[in-house]
């Protein structure tokens, strides 16, 4: 097992993904969606709850991996003293199935191989009944069952199925992994070679519809690769990471389960694939917010399954140690049950920016937003659990109240611009109430600088969204001097802390790293202020912040340079692609959102796509 996060890649079909380590091993896979039980959990465990390695034997002199060119297919070449070979795995992107395909190509030499399978369900804890089937061999447990084929002859050695082959320059040994319901028929086999072309086809087909065009292109295109991987396509929503349980500070006890879809992140990602000229995209995670959703306002969660279920009872699984024995390893989150008052602004946000942007829109949509509306008018100033999740007492958090002024200013616009019907003189009113309130009880006058909570003194990387959401201008004295002042507080070693160490709002030991988006966010309000200069910098660094083959994770540990949290994070590759869009040109995200979404949002007009044809092809084809 990979002693990392950040020497793992990711491969993925958009209903699930798995980890893949620089070894050769797959040491994270759940089936058959992103939030089911895993049947590879050697990640957050030991090699015996479940993994599949294919490596060269012995020592390895180097290691050097590549994803193809504006694709998810992995290529990992390994040197030994013996010769070099190249290891490509991939998922092909089949609508019906879910197949893991690996295959070893002799570079230079004879390099002898072995294969470690390692199968196991419920994260590690259920051994499968395994046999063989018509040259194939079949593991199965309860509802599950997983069939491995290849020419390479295997056997069974302590609950692990094991093969060893050497292969030479020129040769080529496919394994293809497939899983499928117990209950239903055997799959038809599938060629391997052929499903990794189709593979990369389809994925350069989606990636030439981008219409991103600024000096950070690659880092753009890889980002919107990992937001498509982390679609689940039958639904269209996104989880935050394919993970549970990846540290934010190794050894900690901060590790949750981020295997689900957030409505917080909900404007910024809308924002990402508009401004990259991915309507069907946005559309689709626009209807899932709609139907997840759906239902009486106080019951509104901050997160749900991938199919808009809302029982995501947290549980402790004590069998497993965790990542470098970070325990526990939860599954579910409690934060589910949680009052958390801005999700109420970025799903209305949401759904005002999908309006502005000329999406068909759901004839449901506005009675929703109303009764939305109606609800914060009764409860903004409640204190809630905010942004940051807090596990202790709900507090009156100035971020919160920021949103909902955002969920009026919102509703009123859509009044004003769009002709819907609603009380928007009762609406203004209460907005401006709002904004009195946060200047004067979430403001420190004397500090020149908004706090984190009422009353407190205590800063917050949340406020770096005051100017972003078009609450202040980005030049007001009042956010200059939170800008300023979270500079000087908040960045540590280079890079944006939620909060101070010392504060325990959450009530939980401090230990985390800088949490990236919000770097990007200081990168976006620098840039709105005119520091533009400083926000390149800024930004570039950021850049710099990735793996080998440029993924991105949620915290970053800068004095022991150690990447942190679920991985890859969703939000971080978000954020990138909002602050390159800004950086690059005029009208970006966040300058259309500080307007008061009041023009057609950047990419609300699609530009016709470069290096594919106008005609619109899916990725799952």
């Given at each position: 097992m990979s002693s990392h996060i950040e020497d793992y890649a990711l491969i993925g079909n958009m209903r699930t993904a798995a980890l893949v380590s620089r070894d050769g091993s797959i040491d994270w896979l759940c089936l058959p969606r992103f939030d089911s039980p895993a049947c590879f959990a050697a990640l957050l465990g030991r090699r015996r709850h479940g993994c599949f390695q294919i490596a060269p034997v012995g020592r390895h002199r180097?290691?050097?991996?590549?994803?193809?060119?504006?694709?998810?297919?992995?290529?990992?070449?390994?040197?030994?003293?013996?010769?070099?070979?190249?290891?490509?795995?991939?998922?092909p992107l089949w609508p019906d199935r879910d197949d893991i395909v690996r295959i070893v190509d002799g570079m230079r030499g004879r390099v002898p191989m072995r294969?470690?399978?390692?199968?196991?369900?419920?994260?590690?804890?259920?051994?499968?009944?395994?046999?063989?089937?018509?040259?194939?061999?079949?593991?199965?447990?309860?509802?599950?069952?997983?069939?491995?084929?290849?020419?390479?002859?295997?056997?069974?050695?302590?609950y692990t199925t094991v093969a060893e082959f050497t292969i030479g320059r020129g040769q080529r040994v496919p394994f293809v992994l497939t899983h499928f319901a117990s209950h239903s028929p055997r799959p038809v086999p599938i060629d391997p070679y052929a499903a990794v072309d189709q593979t990369e086809l389809a994925w350069r087909a989606w990636c030439g519809l981008s219409t991103y065009e600024g000096e950070w292109?690659?880092?753009?295109?890889?980002?919107?690769?990992?937001?498509?991987?982390?679609?689940?396509?039958?639904?269209?929503?996104?989880?935050?990471?394919?993970?549970?349980?990846?540290?934010?500070?190794?050894?900690?006890?901060?590790?949750?389960?981020?295997?689900?879809?957030?409505?917080?992140?909900?404007?910024?990602?809308l924002y990402a694939l508009l401004v990259s000229g991915y309507r069907d995209e946005a559309r689709a995670w626009r209807e899932w917010l709609l139907r997840a959703a759906a239902g009486r306002p106080q019951d509104l969660q901050v997160l749900y399954g991938v199919a808009g279920e809302?029982?995501?009872?947290?549980?402790?699984?004590?069998?497993?140690?965790?990542?470098?024995?970070?325990?526990?390893?939860?599954?579910?989150?409690?934060?589910?049950?949680?009052?958390?008052?801005d999700v109420y602004g970025e799903v209305i946000d949401a759904l005002s920016l999908g309006r502005t942007a000329g999406l068909e829109q759901n004839a449901d949509a506005w009675s929703f937003q109303r009764v939305l509306l109606e609800f914060l008018e009764t409860n903004w100033d409640a204190p809630d659990n905010g942004i940051w999740e807090i596990r202790g007492d709900r507090q009156h958090l100035t971020h919160s109240k920021v949103m909902v002024w955002v969920a009026l200013d919102r509703g009123i616009q859509a009044i004003e611009r769009f002709h819907l019907d609603g009380p928007v003189r009762r609406w203004r009113a209460l907005r401006d109430e709002i904004?009195?309130?946060?200047?004067?009880?979430?403001?420190?006058?004397?500090r020149n600088t908004f706090v984190q909570r009422f009353g407190a003194r205590d800063l917050d990387a949340s406020l770096l969204q005051i100017p972003l959401v078009g609450f202040l201008p980005p030049t007001d004295s009042r956010v200059l001097g939170t800008i300023a002042a979270i500079e000087r507080e908040l960045v540590i070693d280079g890079f944006v802390m939620r909060y101070l160490p010392r504060n325990r709002v959450d009530g939980l030991p401090p230990q985390e790293g800088a949490f990236l988006p919000c770097s990007f966010w200081l990168a976006d309000a620098m840039a709105l202020a005119g520091q533009k200069k400083d926000a390149t910098v800024l930004f570039e660094r950021l850049l710099s912040l990735r793996n080998d083959v440029g993924l991105r994770y949620e915290e970053y540990?800068?004095?022991?340079?150690?990447?942190?949290?679920?991985?890859?994070?969703?939000?971080?590759?978000?954020?990138?692609?909002?602050?390159?869009?800004?950086?690059?040109?005029?009208?970006?995200?966040?300058?259309?959102?500080?307007?008061g979404m009041t023009e057609e949002p950047p990419g609300g007009v699609a530009r016709k796509p470069r290096r594919a044809s106008t005609k619109r092809r899916s990725v799952s084809a």
């Open positions: 180097a290691v050097r991996r590549r994803y193809r060119d504006r694709t998810l297919i992995l290529e990992t070449e390994i040197d030994t003293a013996e010769g070099t070979v190249r290891i490509t795995d991939c998922m294969m470690d399978l390692v199968m196991r369900f419920d994260y590690g804890i259920a051994i499968p009944w395994v046999h063989r089937v018509e040259g194939a061999l079949l593991a199965t447990a309860g509802p599950h069952t997983i069939e491995l084929r290849t020419p390479v002859a295997t056997r069974g050695e302590r292109e690659d880092a753009v295109s890889r980002s919107l690769i990992v937001l498509k991987a982390m679609t689940y396509a039958p639904t269209g929503g996104i989880v935050a990471a394919p993970t549970t349980s990846l540290p934010e500070r190794i050894g900690g006890i901060r590790n949750w389960d981020y295997r689900y879809c957030w409505l917080r992140d909900a404007t910024f990602t809302r029982q995501l009872v947290e549980l402790e699984l004590g069998w497993l140690p965790g990542f470098r024995r970070s325990a526990p390893v939860r599954i579910g989150n409690k934060a589910a049950t949680q009052l958390q008052l904004h009195a309130t946060v200047c004067k009880r979430g403001f420190d006058a004397r540990d800068a004095r022991k340079r150690r990447l942190l949290g679920n991985f890859p994070q969703t939000l971080t590759h978000v954020a990138l692609v909002n602050s390159a869009c800004n950086l690059s040109r005029r009208g970006g995200p966040s300058e259309h959102r500080s307007s």
